[in-house]
């Protein structure tokens, strides 16, 4: 059986999303500043203990083998192909033409290398990555991955966030700021705690890039200096409360 990860799943529970609207006067801002909450730690972009307030970030710097698109549909990411014969060995061919954030070439051994990682230091992604059993590294580019046991659902597990890919010699030269390497359209800058975290642009990703230059997200904790932030120009987006929905709504830049 050859499984296309790319089925669509809708009926199974997901959600539609229209693309936006665009025309020849779009025009893409440079820099784009997102409110948060906090994250306490100095290491904030670790796929494999991944906090709440930076969930949604990770695909923005780590790609997985496969991710699941605001649809609920799957979607290739450093895997082109995967499929299976009985739902235990599942057999993945890799894209060969993608980069880590330093410059590595990524390869079949920068998988092997991610979850021996994760799971000599257990963490939230071990409990994604426990139900492999050993991989067969067949070449550069194609693996075998052998469950413990048969597991339909094997790729909803490794299209979580938590399941990005990083670079072990990444990790090794910089160990305080190594795991923050990835593959994905975003590059990770700075991050200063209870403060703000910055991405930039990847101008090397292997997918389509990104459409601004910078990407912020401010640390603020009250939801009415979020909106009050916003309403001022402050802020690209900001969660919004009751409070300050009838001054959003009488904003004509809103």
Not at 105 to 114: G, I, N, R, S
Not at 226 to 241: P, V
């Amino acid at each position: 059986t050859t499984l296309d990860v790319n089925t669509e799943i809708n009926e199974q529970g997901g959600v539609e999303v229209d693309d936006p609207e665009t025309n020849e006067e779009t025009v893409y801002a440079d820099e784009l500043t997102l409110a948060v909450g906090d994250f306490s730690t100095a290491n904030p972009l670790n796929p494999a203990f991944i906090a709440s307030q930076i969930a949604n970030i990770l695909p923005m710097v780590y790609d997985g083998l496969i991710g699941r698109m605001p649809d609920g549909s799957y979607q290739y990411k450093l895997a082109k192909e995967i499929t299976t014969e009985d739902y235990q060995t599942w057999h993945a061919v890799l894209r060969d033409d993608v980069y880590f954030h330093n410059g590595e070439h990524f390869t079949a051994q920068d998988v092997v290398d991610t979850i021996a990682i994760v799971m000599e230091n257990p963490a939230i992604a071990s409990f994604k990555w426990m139900v492999i059993n050993h991989i067969d590294i067949i070449n550069d580019y194609e693996i075998d991955i052998v469950l413990t046991n048969v597991m339909i659902d094997f790729l909803a597990n490794i299209a979580e966030p938590m399941c990005g890919i990083f670079c072990k010699k990444a990790l090794e030269e910089d160990p305080e700021n190594g795991m923050m390497i990835g593959t994905g359209p975003w590059v990770f800058e700075e991050a200063i705690p209870g403060n703000y975290l910055t991405l930039v642009k990847n101008e090397n990703y292997w997918g389509e890039p990104a459409l601004a230059e910078k990407f912020t997200m401010k640390v603020i904790l009250e939801t009415s200096v979020q909106a009050m932030m916003f309403l001022n120009d402050e802020l690209d987006f900001a969660g919004i409360d009751a409070t300050s929905l009838a001054d959003c709504e009488a904003n004509p830049n809103v």
